[in-house]
């Protein structure tokens, strides 16, 4: 399953024509102790780089964005209980939701994984 990144730090794994989102382990570790998660319902239609979740830490509370556009299919409900799955597995159990993509088009202009990890080394 290829897996692309946003300069937003959010990460989407696609399988056919669905996606799973979920936030980078970097964005994580910028955002510290996981508290509270705010995922999508299904059936919400998302446009590319608008919001789509909320993540709030100790530190701060921070939007997620749909790297593209589409509808829900299901939020992570394990982040309801459990929130600092973000923390632990961010880039596996800890995702955030998954959707229906929409334009599969709007995949190309995301990073591979070589191209997150030097976006994230000259930060």
Do not use: C
Request: charged share 25%; proline share 5%.
């Amino acid at each position: 399953m290829p897996r692309y990144f946003t300069d937003e730090h959010e990460w989407i794994e696609v399988e056919g024509d669905t996606a799973t989102i979920g936030i980078t382990d970097y964005a994580q570790g910028q955002l510290g102790d996981v508290v509270f998660v705010e995922v999508p319902a299904a059936g919400t239609r998302l446009a590319k780089g608008k919001e789509a979740a909320v993540v709030e830490s100790v530190k701060a509370a921070s939007d997620v964005y749909s790297p593209v556009s589409g509808t829900v299919i299901e939020g992570n409900a394990a982040l309801e209980e459990d929130p600092a799955l973000v923390n632990t597995a961010p880039e596996s159990d800890g995702w955030f939701f998954r959707l229906t993509i929409a334009d599969p088009a709007e995949l190309d202009g995301l990073m591979d994984e070589a191209k997150y990890q030097d976006f994230v080394a000259g930060l």
